[in-house]
């Protein structure tokens, strides 16, 4: 029989505050768009103390422009060498490599210090997600 799997609050808040901060949004406005009494609910929800409602997970991906996949799974940002954006998407611990294929297509540019700390923290995520 399989069971249901189970999700892990630090990463769903993580990816809700990287979602937010997207958008440009500030806690105060997600606050205000959903409608709930105060900011506390939304850092609760970001700092994984917490999980949001379903309808209020909903409206969260409707602002976000983003469907549950980008809310569950890990996600990592790397800049390689060539300084190509790269989203890591991650299902546990596995790489999904057909959509890191076709995401990552897009090249920018990045300031150099920016630069040497995203290559010095793809060396040392490139070892600890091979294995």
Request: net charge positive; with cysteine; hydrophobic share 35%.
């Amino acid at each position: 029989m399989k069971y249901r799997p189970e999700y892990n609050p630090k990463v769903i808040g993580e990816n809700l505050r990287r979602l937010r901060k997207e958008k440009c949004l500030s806690v105060k406005e997600v606050q205000e768009y959903l409608r709930i009494g105060s900011v506390q609910a939304i850092y609760k929800y970001e700092n994984g103390k917490g999980y949001p409602q379903a309808d209020t997970m909903f409206a969260l991906m409707e602002l976000y422009e983003a469907d549950i996949n980008d809310i569950i799974h890990k996600h990592k940002t790397v800049i390689r060498h060539d300084n190509a954006k790269f989203d890591l998407y991650c299902i546990g611990e596995y790489l999904i490599p057909e959509l890191n294929i076709i995401i990552n297509r897009i090249n920018i540019d990045v300031p150099k210090e920016q630069k040497k700390r995203f290559i010095h923290y793809y060396k040392h995520a490139e070892s600890g997600i091979a294995g």
